[in-house]
């Protein structure tokens, strides 16, 4: 069956001022990064530094984290927006059927889409360090993939809260409060567990089940997708080595780096299901009051 109401937000996605704007403004930065990298990289060839593939590679972690950035900042911009815009005719669809799920597929299909054009917008620009980095262009598609899964589990956390609240100051802090706590915050809280973990222990090694809570509150991290993209074509940050170290995982064997990464990726999706899910029985509850 056609989504009538998915037409509808596209038609008001694309008529709205905000997005070129945005796009000027986003593809901006990135070019504005781009020549700083590529000035300092002239600069330190000519005081003698050699550089190689791995600092086109670092140039190339720079670009995609600010691309992912991007999709947290403002996704909650976007659905508080899309709040607005429909308050004043919310009430002209109430007699289609199913109009509920339908309206909530639509807005996450809107929001995928539109992050999915800002970072194909900044393709051109980001191409510049795949070529010299030698990423190949299954590495774009994988980026593209990343975006989306990203995007999808963003707009579903904002639009549950905003769901759940009329006001869309409380939602929109809510929503990058959840963001915080399950990035940011899950390894806040694993590293307090592990010191207090050491603390503890007579031989000072770290427990089984501070190892098993790591691995399994990470794959509720949308941060290990990302650091799963990228080791895709890096081979092993050592940042990333080092912290999986610190809880007794070894992250160079190529089981887990398959196995792990991908879960993680599922685990996201999963997440976004569950939130959408819950975002269409409170607009629903909503509506018959």
Request: glycine share 6%; charged share 10%.
């Amino acid at each position: 069956m056609q989504n009538s109401m998915l037409k509808l937000e596209m038609l008001k996605e694309g008529r709205n001022i905000r997005l070129p704007i945005l796009l000027i403004f986003y593809n901006s930065i990135l070019a504005f990064v781009t020549i700083l990298f590529v000035f300092f990289h002239n600069e330190s060839k000519q005081i003698g530094f050699l550089s190689g593939r791995s600092s086109f590679l670092a140039q190339f972690l720079i670009l995609t984290s600010l691309q992912i950035l991007a999709v947290f900042v403002l996704i909650p911009f976007s659905v508080s927006a899309m709040e607005d815009s429909d308050r004043a005719v919310a009430g002209q669809f109430m007699v289609i059927p199913d109009v509920i799920r339908y309206h909530i597929i639509a807005r996450i299909s809107t929001l995928v889409c539109t992050n999915l054009l800002i970072l194909l917008s900044s393709l051109p620009i980001i191409a510049l360090s795949c070529i010299y980095s030698g990423i190949k262009l299954l590495g774009i598609v994988r980026l593209l993939w990343t975006v989306a899964v990203f995007s999808f589990w963003g707009g579903s956390i904002a639009l549950f809260f905003f769901s759940m609240n009329k006001r869309s100051v409380v939602a929109f802090a809510e929503t990058i409060f959840t963001y915080f706590m399950m990035s940011v915050g899950i390894l806040l809280f694993l590293e307090v567990v592990r010191n207090a973990s050491l603390s503890m222990s007579r031989t000072g090694e770290i427990s089984s089940a501070v190892t098993t809570l790591c691995l399994a509150a990470n794959l509720f991290n949308p941060m290990t997708v990302f650091v799963g993209y990228y080791e895709n074509f890096s081979g092993n940050v050592p940042a990333v080595t080092s912290y999986f170290g610190n809880f007794g995982i070894d992250v160079t064997t190529t089981t887990f780096s398959y196995f792990y990464f991908k879960a993680a990726t599922l685990i996201c999706i999963l997440v976004g299901i569950g939130f959408l899910w819950l975002a269409v029985r409170f607009y629903s509850s909503d509506r018959q009051k």
